[in-house]
Each structure stands twice: as C-alpha cells, then as structure tokens.
Nanobody, 124 residues
Framework: VQLQASGGGLVQAGDSLRLSCAAS????????MGWFRQAPGKEREFVAA????????YYADSVRGRFTISRDNAKNTVYLQMNSLKPEDTAVYYC??????????????????WGQGTQVTVSS
C-alpha cells in the first residue's frame, strides 16, 4: 500500500490542524493505521493509532485529549485532528499502515508501510 500524508503547516500555539493520509494500492480496511512524529534530533515517537474498522483508538499521553485519529474507509483515508497545538508538537508527522485483523498497533517496528511525512511547525 502507498501512503501520502498531507495537511501540515506553520501555525501558532493554540491553533488546530488536520492531517490526512491517503492510501492506495490495497484494501485499506484490512490495515490498522498509525501516526508517528519525529522532531529534530529526536527519535520517532508514537502519536496515535486506530484499528482497521475504526472502533479502537489509542493515543500517546502527550496528545491524549488534544488529538483525534479517525478514518474513512470509503475514502481510503486516515486523519489526525490536532487541537490546542503546542510548540513541542513541532515535528515531521508520518502515517503508517500494517495488515491487522484486530486492535491497534503502537510500535513503529510493527508497521509495514510508511508515508513520506508532513511538517508541522507550531510557533509560540
């Protein structure tokens, strides 16, 4: 499956952004999806994950209550709604996919496919 992330940009602290990740090539609904991010000089970290049907989600503590992951299997797209953005949210955000019948996946090493990343910059 090919993944194309979009929606990043430069915003001020407190603003919102919605990232999108469009998938093509395979049956999207067979895949659990996740969002990760990598800030300069830091390792890639987990942000949010969603099960293949959308019924299960999981968030990193740092974003829980501010970010919402969702998916539209009819549009082959997963979203990350980011509210109340903080400067520490600045990073390149990546979407990822893995075939998974049940549950969510939070470990980057388990994901099989990755998008190219989209830059999110939050100014104070």
């Amino acid at each position: 499956v090919q993944l194309q992330a979009s929606g990043g940009g430069l915003v001020q602290a407190g603003d919102s952004l919605r990232l999108s990740c469009a998938a093509s090539g395979r049956t999207f609904s067979n895949y659990a999806m996740g969002w990760f991010r990598q800030a300069p000089g830091k390792e890639r970290e987990f942000v949010a994950a969603i099960s293949r049907g959308g019924g299960y989600t999981y968030y990193a503590d740092s974003v829980r209550g501010r970010f919402t992951i969702s998916r539209d299997n009819a549009k082959n797209t997963v979203y990350l709604q980011m509210n109340s953005l903080k400067p520490e949210d600045t990073a390149v955000y990546y979407c990822a996919a893995v075939p998974r019948y049940y549950g969510v996946v939070t470990t980057s090493g388990e994901y099989r496919y990755w998008g190219q990343g989209t830059q999110v910059t939050v100014s104070s």
